[in-house]
């Protein structure tokens, strides 16, 4: 079996250590891993497979060593920039960032979904939003047993999204501390506005949602809104999700198909108050889905609540297991 040289951009961020996290827990066939980061974190120590590893300053030069795959994350503007250097010295990029994520020439990849799209990689693959993720890994089962006609995302999503900046805000500001990372404060409030707001008067954070939603599914056509929210959580994102099918549909055998997917954890006893929330969510890879419910104000309608680590699988288990798949494929 090939053994991969592996390149970690971004590692001292939020996403970054994690990245490491799961790949100890993934155990890729790999011959090396080199981590990188910016100026400012380069020469910094971090412990990874039980050794301290010196994080290197990415350079225009640090893909001439030839890696097999680099993970990026370490923002827009870096995958903008190195994402293209890395993929022409024949380096696969999976990139964490919005930077490549709707260029026709880039799949936009979530296993459990579009697995096959990763064959048709040109040198970058986009791994999607952390929301964008966990909605389509519930929906994908149900787009293919029902058609659907229109999806209403609502999200409520955590601070660790934001990355360390985020994180401190609810923390300092549950002291009484001023924000830094967000417009207002987080502590103890709920703020409409992820991302930058856009001309139709949608934000950033929500498009990603519509658009990476119809290209994963490909369907240029579905119908989606989304209003999406931060809120005073640490880690997790939790999502209300609202689907109008075409055709009509059984809520236990719905119930059944959501068991028997891929990656998809079914917590819906409210007899016994069970259902998904962000504390159970975290430090696991699965969406859990629960509040299943018949919307009696439609035809045929259903309401979902799902909720993620949107650190690893909304961002760094996600990529990690692009990359898996990646290596598979490679072997088979
Ligand atoms: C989530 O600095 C940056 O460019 C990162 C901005 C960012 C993004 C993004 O647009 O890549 C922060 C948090 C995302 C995302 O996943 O879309």
Redesign the pocket.
Known sequence: MKKYKIAVVGATGMVGRTFLKVLEEYKLPAESYVLFSSAKSAGSTLKFMGEDYTVRELTETSFDEGFDIALFSA???TSEKFAPIAAAKGCLVID????WRMDPNVPLVVPEVNPEKIKEHKGIIANP??STIQAVVAIKPLYDHYGIKRIVYSTYQAVS??GRGGWDDLENGMKGEAPKKFVYPIAGNCIPHI?VFMPNGYTKEEM?MIQETRKILGDDSLKITATTVRVPVFNGHSESINIEFEKDFDIEELKDILKNSPGIVVEDDVANNVYPMPIHAAGHDETFVGRIRRDESVESGVNLWVVADNIRKGAASNAVQIARQFISYNEA
């Open positions: 923002g827009g503007s964490n960032s919005s930077a939003n952390c999204g934001a991302d990603k």
